[in-house]
């Protein structure tokens, strides 16, 4: 064989690995993570103190379910608002779902403020379960604004939740 047959050869083998390589890797960064569990609000147990949430309000007093929960996506798919008192102030929060088709991760997951504090917007990224009673749920929220961020306990009153979303334990 020739030297620029061999040269030829070489080349065509270094292309195919790298396109193999390529493919592989791609499919690698292309796989999607989910990390959340959805769990009704009638069937919140004290086992869930202390657990990083994410609450799903209610779009009307008959939006509700029950029993296992399946779907997630479609469940989240209306951004409800609701009133929380944040700092001695009623204030509108969305809520601010970012699932996708192949992830979804409680992390991204928020509460945005709507109309409030003039341009000024808030952020609850973080909550987790303080305390629960018949008809409340107590979370401590960690609280994001152009000043920075602070920690606040917020009282929700368990008749306006749908849901609650948890990191799924694996």
């Not at 960064?29 to 657990?51: A, H, M, R, T």
């Not at 994410?54 to 296992?68: A, C, E, P």
Request: charged share 25%; hydrophobic share 45%; proline share 1%.
């Amino acid at each position: 064989m020739t030297k620029i047959a061999k040269s030829i050869i070489n080349f065509f083998q270094k292309i195919i690995l790298f396109i193999f390589l390529m493919m592989s890797i791609t499919s690698a960064f292309s796989q999607g993570f989910w990390n959340i569990e959805y769990i009704p609000i009638d069937s919140l147990n004290l086992s869930l103190i202390g657990k990083e949430v994410r609450l799903d309000f209610k779009t009307s007093i008959t939006d509700t379910i029950q029993g296992k929960v399946s779907g997630i996506r479609y469940l989240l798919l209306k951004k409800d608002t609701v009133s929380i008192v944040l700092g001695g102030k009623f204030l509108i929060f969305r809520e601010n779902w970012k699932v996708y088709i192949d992830h979804g991760l409680l992390q991204e997951q928020t509460l945005e403020s709507i109309e409030n504090n003039g341009d000024e917007r808030i952020i609850l990224r973080e909550m987790y379960l303080v305390s629960i009673d018949e008809a409340t749920l107590t979370l401590e929220v960690i609280v994001y604004n152009s000043y920075g961020k602070n920690k606040e306990s917020i009282i929700i009153t368990k008749s306006d939740v749908k849901g609650v979303l948890l990191r799924l334990q694996r």
